[in-house]
């Protein structure tokens, strides 16, 4: 299967100003994902999309092809990842290129096990998906089963709809949350729906000790601490 592995990295930011190009533990944020998509054995490009000089420059010094610069009307801060994504597809296709998924790395979510993003293309070609994404389990504290709507009166219902709240914890169901690292869509199911996730949709689970999601100085500072102390050791 031809995939597209696809990191985008615009220039703006407000939380983290100049995030892509930062540097975290040794290195800047974006050559993270370069290297997990240079390592992987099934992505057939690893390409970056970005709308600044500066990252292109520096993506390319830690391997990053960068193609094409994004146009800045896609690449402000409510651009949907569609629109990136589908902008890449476009020029690929334009160029003579043509995949049959698209993997999607964000450099937000910088820490990923060796050979993860493998592990999540393997069971996404073996269940035959339509897109897949990478999980961490829901604390059960905050279990959908155990969390609760309330209406313009104070009201609470419970989030699933049910009548009665699930006594103990034991007896809950898993719930997973999306951890950022990993998005693997058909290039169909992008074209067809203009959507990332939708259709079959599997997920695989990662390694909680290696999460990280910027878009704070505090998320940065917590990624420092995991840097050290999972990242640096396993160097």
């Known amino acids: ?18 995030k892509n190009i930062r540097i975290l533990g040794h290195q800047p944020l974006i050559a993270y994902s370069i290297k997990d998509g240079l390592a992987s054995k099934n992505l057939t490009k690893v390409a970056v999309s970005t709308d600044g000089e500066k990252i292109s420059e520096i993506a390319k010094k830690y391997g990053g092809e960068v193609p094409f610069l994004r146009p800045k009307e896609l690449a402000q801060d ?23 998924a698209v993997c999607l790395l964000q450099p ?7 050979e993860f993003i493998d592990s999540c293309i393997q069971k996404f070609i073996a269940t035959k998906a339509d897109s897949l994404i990478s999980v961490l ?15 313009g009166e104070g009201s609470l219902s ?16 898993m719930a997973y949350h999306r951890d950022g690292s990993v998005y693997i869509s058909k290039v169909s199911l992008i074209r067809e729906n203009k959507v990332l996730v939708g259709g079959k949709t599997v997920g695989l689970l990662s390694n909680k000790s290696y999460y990280a999601n910027l878009d704070t100085q505090d998320d940065w500072d917590k990624a420092e601490v995991t840097y050290k102390n999972i990242i640096e050791c396993a160097e």
Do not use: C
């Open 137 to 151: 389990e829901v604390p059960h504290e905050y279990n959908p089963h155990w969390t609760f709507k309330m209406d």
């Open 158 to 173: 419970i989030a699933t709809g049910e009548a009665t709240l699930i006594p103990r914890r034991q007896e809950l169901p």
């Open 108 to 114: 937000t979510s910088p820490f990923r096990p060796k």
């Open 1 to 18: 299967m031809r995939i597209l592995g696809l990191i985008p990295a615009r220039e703006g930011s407000k939380g983290i100003p100049g």
């Open 78 to 100: 409510r651009t949907p990842s569609i629109d990136v994504v589908l902008h890449a597809l476009d020029f690929f296709e334009q160029n003579g290129e043509t995949f049959e």
